[in-house]
């Protein structure tokens, strides 16, 4: 640490803006997080976004880092296994992996208080809420705020920190600035929240320590479960739809078609209620770069990557971004010259493969994944993972109980098709060959007696084999495992061959 103690202001003190506070402190800075909302430890209800969340290896590697783990982890409920609901309300676990793996439940309000909490038992912290971002000058290092009386409130610091989320007022500035690259994309999906109470012995209404997921291809439902043994419904659906479910009696024909087990579970009344009085709210996915700005400013968590959450890494991702600026710190002695640029450096390839991961599984549960393809996938994902432990590790599994660098784990997801194209490629030539000497031995013993035939037959496993090589990817292949493509699939190559 130099002679002087670095300031720094903290704009955002949601989770990830919390968390770096205490990074922060921690190293002897002197930190003002300002937020925009009042003190939430102070307040009846939050609104706001998604009620709990997923907390996996790389959130939890972030609190361990300032000593938090242990506390907030007495505060979660483990989620050992998905669990599968289909059509007919049917429930099917599939293991995460083994014992100690396992993603968690936590209340996001929860785990903010605690954040805040633990950010001012520093003794250099101070907390300004009902502060909002008004503009900075990255230049000088002044930034301002506007309180909740109207007035603004200017300070001067060594750096500022965005850790605003998706629609970062710190971000916005740095978009006045050359070279600055942002992209940002609505998806079509909105989401709704849904409770689902404890049943009538105050009890878990159902297992407890799953994430449950209903696939329904364009819809989807997951329930996370809480402590006070309900569980939040998120359901998944085209903005569309959400509208053109007006009436009471549309939303109960739809839950009876597609989630018919939940009914009971919600409640009807509750489900009709809730459906007609809540706003479906939207999913951005925002890519931007660089993260920092000389040596005076740097955004971490959604104001630097807001995205969709389908594979529940937002907010650790957000909370990694910690660590890692806090291992540059480190290493460069708390040159921000040299520790801000390396940040964007080193963070924007994961926080890009993460998104796009993300996005990745949008699109494809969206398009072909029922509960069927749920558990066919991740069944033979993990008697893969049995069978060579080493090197077969589940993406899942890679994202969520490791720190791989997540543009790592991409690489190894598309070594892992090549290694799946390559065995389907082995056991289509291997089947070729065996049904070839079959016909030879059946055309020698006078069965089959026109080397027409033959060819034929010949030419119907190269058509398959062509085929299953088009597919460039497990996706491809399971994709089509769609009852009527496949039909479709074995009839041309039949029409082919004959
Ligand atoms: P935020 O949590 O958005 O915090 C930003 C803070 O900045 C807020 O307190 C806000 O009031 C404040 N602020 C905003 N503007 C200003 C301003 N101008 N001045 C001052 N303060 C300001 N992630 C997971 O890891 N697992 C999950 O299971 C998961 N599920 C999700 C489900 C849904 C439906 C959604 C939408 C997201 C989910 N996420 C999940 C993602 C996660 O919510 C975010 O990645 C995470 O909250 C990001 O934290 P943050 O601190 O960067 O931003
Ligand atoms: C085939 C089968 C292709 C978030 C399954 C892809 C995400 C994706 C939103 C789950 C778990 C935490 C989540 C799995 C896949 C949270 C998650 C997954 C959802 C939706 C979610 C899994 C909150 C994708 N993790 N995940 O493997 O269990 O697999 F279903 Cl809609």
Redesign the pocket.
């Known amino acids: 640490m130099p002679e002087t103690k670095k300031h720094v202001a903290i704009c955002g003190g949601g989770l990830v803006g919390a968390m770096m506070a205490c990074y922060l402190a921690k190293r002897g800075y002197k930190v003002d997080i300002y937020e925009m909302r009042p003190d939430i430890r102070l307040m009846d209800v939050v609104r706001g976004r998604s009620i709990n ?2 907390l996996s290896c790389r959130g939890r590697e972030a609190l361990k880092g300032v000593g938090l783990e242990a506390e907030i982890v007495k505060n979660v409920i483990p989620m050992r296994a ?1 669990m599968i609901h289909d059509l007919n309300g049917k429930r099917r676990p599939i293991p ?1 992996g083994t014992k100690d793996q396992y ?1 968690m439940s936590i209340d996001r309000r929860n785990l903010n208080e605690l954040l805040l909490s633990a950010a001012e038992e520093y003794p250099d912290v101070r907390m300004f809420f009902s502060h909002k971002l008004i503009s900075c000058d990255f230049h000088k290092g002044e930034a301002e705020f506007r309180n909740e009386k109207g007035d603004n409130i200017r300070t001067q610091v060594d750096f500022i920190i965005g850790t605003d989320g998706a629609f970062s007022a710190v971000r916005q500035q740095m978009m006045k600035l050359k070279l600055f690259d942002y992209q940002q994309v609505y998806i079509p999906h909105g989401y709704m929240e849904l409770n689902i109470p404890p049943n009538n012995n105050n009890e878990f209404a159902m297992e407890a320590n799953y ?1 449950h ?1 209903w ?1 329904r291809n364009e819809f ?1 439902m ?1 329930a ?1 479960p809480n402590l006070d043994r309900s569980f939040t419904a ?1 359901l ?1 659906m085209p903005f569309d739809m959400f509208e053109s479910l007006d009436t009471e009696e549309k939303v109960m024909d739809f839950f009876k078609e597609k989630f018919p087990d939940s009914i009971e579970l919600i409640g009807a009344e509750e489900l009709t209620k809730t459906y007609m009085s809540s706003k479906a709210l939207p999913m951005v996915s925002i890519k931007c770069k660089p993260y920092h700005v000389g040596n005076k400013c740097v955004i971490l968590g959604d104001a630097a990557h807001a995205i969709v ?4 890494q937002g907010m650790n991702c957000g909370l990694e971004d910690c660590i890692v600026l806090n291992e540059l710190l480190d290493s460069y002695n708390d040159d921000l010259t040299q520790a801000l640029p390396e940040y964007t450096r080193m963070r924007h390839p994961d926080a890009t493969a993460i998104s796009d991961l993300a996005m990745y ?1 949008y699109i ?2 969206r398009s072909h ?1 029922n509960s069927t ?2 558990l066919l ?2 069944q033979l994902d993990n008697i893969l993972h049995k069978l060579f432990p080493q090197t077969w590790v589940p993406l ?1 599994t890679m994202v ?1 109980f490791t720190r791989t660098r997540y543009h790592e784990c991409i690489s190894h997801r598309q070594w892992q098709d090549k290694i799946v194209n390559r065995g389907i490629t082995i056991t289509t030539i291997g089947a070729g060959l065996g049904v070839a000497f079959g016909l030879y031995w059946l055309h020698k013993s006078g069965a089959v007696n026109s080397i027409g035939n033959l060819m034929k037959s010949a030419r119907l496993i190269e058509g398959l084999a062509d085929w299953l090589k088009a597919g460039k990817s497990l996706e491809a292949i399971e994709a089509t495992k769609d009852r009527k493509k496949w039909r479709t699939m074995i009839a041309n190559a039949v029409k082919q061959g004959t």
């Open positions: 969340l997923a998905r995460y993603i994430l997921i696939p989807m997951i996370l998120t998944f959450p389908f594979y529940g599984n494809e549960m994944v393809m749920f996938r991740k899942y969520s």
